[in-house]
């Protein structure tokens, strides 16, 4: 039962790819099955989750791999959901490495002053340029926050900092994303500070409306 039902799934993934790569690129036919082949995604409960405070950024950056290469994906050598694990994991080992490597630098006295903690030179990734292509989630994503219907993002801000609200960061964090770094000198807090506050208060309500929306 197990086995056809998994073998499902994947006859299913692998038909709404198709269907996505029927249509040319940046084009509401294909935008529109690539919404039907995430939500299809995470809705078979075999995306990996992790604890990682970064998760949902990795998560971010795994959705608009999937979208930027879905032409070049081989359905023969894996699964979507193999080859995307395989990609969310390596991204969650960036973020490890890249908080190792910052607290080594904090131990040791070495100013991180024009770095971003969360973005290493080392790591290939981040050579890529940015895509101009959003994926539909987080373009509905997007909408969401700059709506801000009730008002509550605009609201809620760093104490002391009404300007630096979870509007502003989340909205500022969404592809192609501002470093941490920047900023922190942009509002004269620490990186730290600015994390903080992302995971505490930003994180959860972009959690909730990812429930909301059937995304989580």
């Known amino acids: 039962m197990v086995n ?9 993934l692998r038909q709404l790819i198709a269907q996505a790569c029927s249509h040319p690129p940046d084009t509401p036919e294909r935008q ?6 995430i939500r299809a995604i995470i809705k ?3 995306l990996w989750k992790d604890n990682d405070p970064n ?16 032409d070049k994906y081989d359905p023969e050598r894996a699964s979507v ?14 973020f490890k490495l890249q908080r ?3 607290q080594k630098r904090k131990i040791t006295g070495h100013s991180n002053l024009g770095q971003d903690p969360e973005l290493s030179s080392s790591n290939p990734i981040e ?25 509550e993002l605009r609201r809620i801000h ?46 959860p309500r972009l959690r909730k409306f990812g429930e909301s929306q059937g995304y989580l």
């Open 4 to 12: 056809h039902q998994t073998h499902e799934l994947h006859q299913q």
């Open 32 to 37: 529109r099955d690539l919404t039907k082949l």
């Open 44 to 46: 078979s409960g075999k």
């Open 55 to 70: 998760y949902g950024d990795a998560l971010q950056k795994t959705w608009i791999y999937l979208c930027k290469n879905i």
């Open 81 to 94: 959901i193999t080859w995307l694990n395989e990609y969310l994991k390596k991204r969650l080992l960036d």
């Open 100 to 102: 190792s490597q910052t």
């Open 127 to 151: 050579n890529i340029p940015a895509s101009p292509d959003i994926p539909p989630i987080l373009e509905e994503t997007r909408e969401w926050a700059q709506a801000d219907s009730d008002g």
């Open 158 to 203: 760093i104490k002391g900092h009404p300007e630096i609200t979870c509007q502003v960061l989340i909205l500022r964090r969404f592809p192609p994303e501002t470093p941490w770094n920047t900023l922190a000198q942009e509002f004269g807090v620490s990186v730290s500070t600015l994390n903080a506050f992302y995971r505490r208060k930003c994180m």
